[in-house]
Nanobody, 123 residues
Framework: QVQLVESGGGLVQAGGSLRLSCAASGRTFTSYAMGWFRQAPGKEREFVAAISWGGRNTYYADSVKGRFTISRDNANNTVDLQMNSLKPEDTAAYYC????????????????WGQGTQVTVSS
């Protein structure tokens, strides 16, 4: 079992930055890929970014490519999402997830999820 806790969400103006962090506890964190997803009200959960277990490979949704950066620190069991040049359409609850062997964009592949942290970008 793996427990995930996100932090770092908040309210920011368009063009600003936020850094989300996800702290993991439990077994075999370093064996899994990590992912970030988001869900806006009335919309389906969508993929944001993913990183391989060793941190060498990263993947991004087209909508965030060039603005967001995912990273992980296996020594401290954390994965971060640096978000720059934020837009109002980035407003959503952001969730970290793990339990997938490979860094995929399908939410169904991830076994463990955090409770989410809200990001609101004002125009």
């Amino acid at each position: 079992q793996v427990q995930l806790v996100e932090s770092g969400g908040g309210l920011v103006q368009a063009g600003g930055s936020l850094r989300l962090s996800c702290a993991a506890s439990g077994r075999t964190f370093t064996s899994y890929a990590m992912g970030w997803f988001r869900q806006a009200p009335g919309k389906e959960r969508e993929f944001v970014a993913a990183i391989s277990w060793g941190g060498r490979n990263t993947y991004y949704a087209d909508s965030v490519k060039g603005r967001f950066t995912i990273s992980r620190d296996n020594a401290n069991n954390t994965v971060d999402l640096q978000m720059n040049s934020l837009k109002p359409e980035d407003t959503a609850a952001y969730y970290c997830a793990t339990g997938s062997v490979v860094p995929v964009n399908r939410a169904s592949e991830y076994k463990y999820w955090g409770q989410g942290t809200q990001v609101t970008v004002s125009s």
